[in-house]
């Protein structure tokens, strides 16, 4: 079939039901939302796992396709809780990606001369908060960078990782006393 | 102060590139087809299938060539050549548009499915396994279904729709025969008038 103009602007709950019986529309929804999830993919993992767990969080997202509550018109919350699960069980590259910051200062994907941020600075202030991320539980991360990176709000949060939004709430307060802390001792060293 | 430096840590990764995420939208696209039907070759029709093809020179096909392609004669007789094993839907169609209504499955090697799923017009399937060669050729050739379908090389049949009456649906099943010269066997059948055909259910074939 052609993907037609009137499935591009539909609502993603809209497209997910019409893939249960047209299932190439689906692939409107990886065109739509691919390219932020690759990029937070990107910041959690680095570049070599992105690919993998954008397809793995995908195809799983189709295989449940039918599950999918057609209440909430936008997509996101359900595939950031999915590529939040993918993630989880490569926590080793996390921890190799985030080691490698702190002992570098850059990030793998960071392309030197291109983007980077403005020098130095940028680099004395993010090894610490690297380290910082190393240091949080794994749930508590997850909650804090899916706000910070992938911009989710609470609400959409807790739709995510299916916890109650007062959970989003203390896990994320407590995330930033610790980083908080951990950077306020690494400048009084 | 925490959640600003957070936000603009590695901010200077751009959100992904379609040439980045080509890889990634081709797995989905593989994992998004739908699962292949896969059909049981009762092995009478296997074997004799497989005299057929080995009876013929094996065609050459060069690259590009496209999976199946059904020519029709001005006697009706269509010829049809089955070049991958793939898109058996699309294939279905092109027969029904040469007026046979067909249901085609390919089937991985060492894969066949639980019978029946189908009521056939004659002894060719579902029957008990002939008694021996003299049983098995009377089948082929006298049976309608036998008739309807015939392999001519090893990657060519024929069909011959004035053995198929009204209503009746050819059903065809290729095996992956895992050999670039004889890609596959075929099961031809006829399944009577007006009455349906089950999607297969996979197990291990022994035949």
């Not at chain 1, 680095?46 to 909430?72: C, I, K, M, N």
């Not at chain 1, 299916?162 to 994320?172: D, H, M, W």
């Not at chain 2, 010269?181 to 022994?206: I, N, S």
Request: charged content about 25%; glycine content about 8%; proline content about 7%.
């Amino acid at each position: 079939m052609t993907i037609t103009r009137e499935v591009i602007e539909t609502d993603d709950a809209t497209l997910i039901g019409r893939s249960l019986n047209e299932p190439e529309v689906f692939a409107v929804l990886f065109d739509r939302h691919a390219p932020l999830l690759h990029r937070y993919v990107t910041r959690r993992l680095g570049p070599s796992e992105a690919e993998d767990v954008v397809a793995d969080t995908f195809l799983a997202a189709f295989q449940h396709r039918s599950d999918y509550d057609r209440g909430r018109s936008d997509a996101r919350p359900w595939l950031y809780g999915i590529a939040s699960n993918v993630i989880g069980k490569r926590r080793r590259a996390e921890t190799n990606l985030y080691r490698a910051y702190i002992r570098s200062g850059v990030h793998p994907a960071e392309i030197p001369g291109l983007q980077v941020e403005d020098g130095v600075n940028t680099l004395a202030v993010n090894r610490p908060l690297a380290r910082a991320l190393l240091a949080l539980t794994p749930a508590d991360r997850d909650v804090l960078l899916l706000v910070a990176w992938a911009e989710l709000s609470y609400q959409e949060v807790a739709d995510a990782l299916s916890i109650p939004p007062g959970t989003v709430a203390s896990r994320l307060n407590r995330a930033r006393l610790q980083i908080r802390h951990a950077l306020n001792r690494e400048e009084q060293e | 102060m925490t959640m600003n430096s957070l936000e603009t840590m590695w901010a200077a990764i751009p959100p992904a590139s379609p040439e980045e995420l080509a890889g990634a939208r081709r797995r989905l696209l593989d994992g998004m087809r739908p699962r292949r039907r896969f059909v049981t070759v009762p092995r009478l029709l296997v074997a004799a299938g497989v005299a057929a093809a080995a009876a013929v020179t094996p065609l050459l096909i060069g690259n590009g060539a496209p999976a199946y392609a059904v020519a029709e004669s001005s006697n009706g007789t269509l010829t049809v050549t089955v070049n991958e094993m793939r898109d058996p839907d699309g294939l279905e169609a092109r027969l029904g548009a040469a007026g046979v209504k067909a249901d085609v499955t390919f089937l991985p090697a060492g894969k066949g499915c639980a019978v029946p799923r189908f009521a056939g017009v004659d002894a060719t399937y579902g029957g008990p396994p002939a008694a021996g060669a003299g049983e098995l050729r009377a089948l082929v050739n006298e049976a309608r279904s036998s008739k309807a379908t015939r392999v001519t090389s090893a990657r060519t049949f024929r069909i011959f729709p004035e053995h198929i009456r009204p209503g009746e649906t050819l059903v065809l099943e290729f095996r992956d025969n895992g050999n670039a010269q004889k890609p596959w066997r075929l099961g031809g059948w006829l399944a009577r008038a007006h009455t349906p055909v089950q999607p297969c259910t996979p197990v291990d074939d022994l035949g």
